[in-house]
């Protein structure tokens, strides 16, 4: 018999957001309004990974960040927001293919406003943040997985033991297609991680190199397909799984937010 996996501890620290998709016009449009953001979406998927889930963020001292809130608390994470007074919470909106976002309290969101110390077995930092927040986050990170979502930096801070990024951000930081990406991420992190979509991923953990391929699916919204993917293979690694392994269920998971409508898994996962 298989000893119990462990429930590691997951901690988020980045962006909050209220997601509004539009499609259609006029009268028969139809508009959803969902909570989201990259460090939301990454706890709730890690939680229904079965760890221990809190977010980091800011918000606005308005109803959009108590709905996040709620939202949060409803999926079992916990939460520590810090409010606000003057910037509303960050809103992304996507009418039919083309995007807006406004940022608010997220943009605002500086090392003063994070804890003294992020302390749990994965630490999850968005690189969307300010960057002297996410430099001061991977400085107070503690714990075996201390991790960076490259986002859209074109430079990597100093701080963390892993990196994670999509194709294209790969490329911005490296000049480099994904496995020669990955390998020379690794020369800097322990573990380096590169999403390709719908071919998977590849990953360089301790100079190993694997992959893994992505299941099939009908892309309804790849919303919050990253932050699942994310969750997934940091969740796995805490549990002791082998990197193969983890990147299969990093994969699974981003395939099944990006199959579904909304960034955050149904009651059913």
């Known amino acids: 018999m298989s000893a119990p996996r462990t429930r590691p501890g997951f901690l988020a620290a980045g962006d909050l957001m209220v997601d509004v998709a539009v499609s259609g016009r006029g009268h028969e449009a139809q508009i959803r309004l969902r909570p989201g953001g990259s460090a939301a979406n990454a706890a709730v998927w890690a939680a229904a990974c079965g760890a221990s889930a809190i977010v980091v963020g800011r918000v606005g001292d308005d109803s959009a960040g108590r709905l996040l809130a709620t939202e949060l608390e409803a999926a079992g994470v916990a939460s520590a927001l810090s409010i606000d007074p003057s910037a509303p919470t960050g809103t992304f909106v996507t009418v039919d293919e083309s995007i ?79 496995e020669d990406a990955v390998r020379a991420l690794g020369e800097r992190y322990k573990l380096a991680c590169v999403t390709r979509g719908a071919l998977g991923a590849v990953a360089v953990l301790d100079g190993e190199l694997a992959s ?25 690694l805490a549990q002791g799984e082998p990197l193969a392994q983890a990147l299969a269920q990093g994969c699974r998971l981003g395939a099944t937010a990006a199959g579904t409508a909304g960034a955050w898994p149904s009651v059913e996962n």
């Open 212 to 236: 893994a391929a992505s299941p099939a699916v009908t892309v309804v919204d790849a919303t919050g397909a990253g932050d699942a993917f994310a969750a997934g293979l940091l969740v796995a």
């Open 100 to 178: 807006a976002a406004d940022r608010g309290a997220n943009a605002r969101f500086q090392p003063a406003h994070l804890p003294d110390v992020l302390t749990a077995d994965v630490v999850l930092v968005s690189g969307y943040l300010p960057r002297e927040t996410v430099k001061a986050a991977l400085e107070r990170a503690t714990g075996a997985w201390r991790a960076l979502d490259a986002a859209r930096l074109k430079e990597l801070p100093e701080g963390g033991n892993a990196v994670l990024a999509n194709e294209e951000e790969a490329w911005l930081l490296t000049g480099k297609q994904p």
